[in-house]
T-cell receptor, first 115, second 113 residues
Framework: AQSVTQLDSQVPVFEEAPVELRCNYSSSVSVYLFWYVQYPNQGLQLLLKYLSGSTLVKGINGFEAEFNKSQTSFHLRKPSVHISDTAEYFCAVRGAQGGSEKLVFGKGTKLTVNP | DSGVTQTPKHLITATGQRVTLRCSPRSGDLSVYWYQQSLDQGLQFLIQYYNGEERAKGNILERFSAQQFPDLHSELNLSSLELGDSALYFC????????????FGQGTRLTVV
């Protein structure tokens, strides 16, 4: 079984500042990791994913994340945020070995970008 | 647009009633997932179908059931509704099993009054 902990429920930042949204996971098997974004009254949109290979993955809208196996973390970063990045961000994990492809989500981090 | 279509977008119904939520996956996707999003529980996996067969079950209540039809669309049936069933219900689809990502629909917001 997997679990995900998003360490911050809310992150306020100013426009053009850097941001890091933290995610830790727990799993007894190898995993795939994902970050999704949810804008108000919308569905979930995939930002980026880690399946294998390079531990630094780049996604849409200038976001990137780094997989750290020893620290079981997958933190999301953006060097300079925009007002339009205001949304809720979800980290998710699934087992990499089949059986079930269900995603286990963290509780979410609300990012608010202020002018 | 993810390509996953959910209907209806909003649903208001009374306690004790039964509703059906519908999901059309992206063209060609064989796997369909249902998730429930509520303020207290967050995003919870309910059930997964793959090519018409149930593949995995999460914390789905016995009052809830789902199926995937030969044309690959899926329906989630919720019966004997309670106030606590009020939530956003998402459908997601993926092409296959391993090495694939899930694409989410816009959700159906269910309000039980």
């Amino acid at each position: 079984a997997q679990s995900v902990t998003q360490l911050d429920s809310q992150v306020p930042v100013f426009e053009e500042a850097p941001v890091e949204l933290r995610c830790n996971y727990s799993s007894s098997v190898s995993v795939y990791l994902f970050w999704y974004v949810q804008y108000p009254n919308q569905g979930l949109q995939l930002l980026l994913k880690y399946l294998s290979g390079s531990t630094l993955v780049k996604g849409i809208n200038g976001f990137e994340a780094e997989f750290n196996k020893s620290q079981t973390s997958f933190h999301l970063r953006k060097p300079s945020v925009h007002i339009s990045d205001t949304a809720e961000y979800f980290c998710a994990v699934r087992g990499a070995q089949g059986g079930s492809e269900k995603l286990v989500f963290g509780k979410g981090t609300k990012l608010t970008v202020n002018p | 647009d993810s390509g996953v279509t959910q209907t209806p977008k909003h649903l208001i119904t009374a306690t004790g009633q039964r509703v059906t939520l519908r999901c059309s996956p992206r063209s060609g996707d064989l796997s369909v997932y249902w998730y429930q999003q509520s303020l207290d529980q967050g995003l919870q996996f309910l059930i997964q179908y793959y090519n018409g067969e149930e593949r995995a079950k999460g914390n789905i209540l016995e009052r809830f059931s789902a199926q995937q039809f030969p044309d690959l669309h899926s329906e989630l049936n919720l019966s004997s509704l309670e106030l606590g069933d009020s939530a956003l219900y998402f459908c997601a689809s993926s092409a296959g099993l391993l090495n694939t990502e899930a694409f989410f629909g816009q959700g159906t917001r269910l309000t039980v009054v």
